[in-house]
């Protein structure tokens, strides 16, 4: 079960920071994949789904940040 639910241990482990990349950079973030990938990019499963592939990338990234953090034991604390 460690396996499974790893993602969530390195989310929870730093949940503030996730909260603050959510509102802080999820634009800069987006507009970034866009511009870098290309617009087409997020269109793979049709125009439909456009949105979720979107977040989806956008999802990855965060949670990439997130698990460079938890790797260094970097964690905010209040």
Do not use: C, M
Request: net charge positive.
């Amino acid at each position: 079960l460690r396996r499974v639910a790893y993602p969530l241990v390195v989310v929870g482990a730093n949940s503030i920071a996730a909260y603050l990349l959510e509102n802080l950079f999820l634009g800069l973030v987006r507009d970034a994949l866009t511009r870098h990938l290309g617009a087409d990019a997020f269109r793979v499963l049709g125009p439909e789904s456009e949105p979720l592939v979107q977040g989806g990338a956008v999802l990855l990234v965060f949670w990439l940040i997130l698990w460079g953090l938890y790797r260094r034991r970097w964690f905010l604390k209040l």
